[in-house]
């Protein structure tokens, strides 16, 4: 497809449980950032991919969070030990170049439920 | 990234003008000022940025204050399809890192029919 592919739609985890989300990029795209969307809120960053090298993870907010793209392409957001406080939707983008005067183009999001 | 202002919501009338505002006071010389919105249950899409000088596109026009404090995003005639949340935000093309997005709460846009 044309355009920023994640999978699932939509997760249920019970508490404790891991979960991975994934993210398909535009190909060809440099760059690759995951967010976190309460609900009502804006997105908040989590991390930030150029290829294969994770350049930014200040946005994570616990050691329980994980993201990888190890081939420069899909990238992987890795939650262990879901909380409730966890629930929200993830969001992936991914941009041509580090430029800031380019686009970033977003997915549709998974949206997480923690019970 | 510098802070933004936006106010928290919005109406407009269909097929009418809407001025979206949004104040950044703080804005530095390397800031680029990109505008976003977000359909209900999608993620972000791109809308338009500029520097300095005004901007325009199939989407939107952006005007940006001479003393570059303050922007506003236009959209000519507004539809049904315009409902969204509309973020105002500043990349500094400066910054050494991810130049991530840094959202605030933005405007939620109600179009009335």
């Known amino acids: 497809g044309a355009g920023v592919s994640q999978s699932p739609r939509y997760k249920v985890a019970k508490r404790g449980q891991d979960v991975a989300l994934r993210c398909d990029p535009i190909?060809?795209?440099?760059?690759l950032f995951w967010y976190q969307q309460a609900l009502g809120q804006g997105p908040e960053f989590l991390t930030y991919?150029?290829?294969?090298?994770?350049?930014?993870k200040s946005g994570l907010p616990s050691d329980r969070f994980f993201a990888e793209r190890p081939e420069g392409s899909v990238s992987t957001l890795k939650i262990q030990r879901t909380q409730q406080e966890d629930s929200a939707v993830y969001l992936c983008?991914?941009?041509?170049?580090?430029?800031?005067?380019?686009?970033?183009?977003f997915g549709q999001g998974t949206r997480l439920t923690v019970v | 990234d510098a802070k933004t202002t936006q106010p928290n919501s919005m109406e407009s009338n269909e097929e009418e003008p809407v001025h979206l505002p949004c104040n950044h006071s703080?804005?530095?010389?390397?800031?680029?000022i990109h505008w976003y919105r977000q359909l209900p249950s999608q993620g972000p899409e791109y809308v338009i940025h500029?520097?300095?000088s005004n901007v325009n596109n199939r989407m939107a026009s952006l005007a940006i204050a001479e003393d570059r404090k303050s922007s506003t995003l236009i959209l000519h005639r507004a539809t049904l399809r315009d409902a969204a949340a509309y973020y105002c935000?500043?990349?500094?093309?400066?910054?050494?890192?991810?130049?991530?997005?840094?959202f605030g709460s933005g405007t939620q846009l109600t179009v009335l029919p």
């Open positions: 983008a991914s941009g041509l170049s580090r430029q800031v005067n380019t686009e970033a183009f």
């Open positions: 935000i500043l990349r500094d093309r400066g910054s050494g890192s991810a130049r991530q997005l840094t």
């Open positions: 991919f150029q290829n294969e090298a994770q350049l930014d």
């Open positions: 500029g520097l300095t």
């Open positions: 190909s060809g795209h440099v760059s």
């Open positions: 703080t804005i530095s010389g390397t800031d680029y």
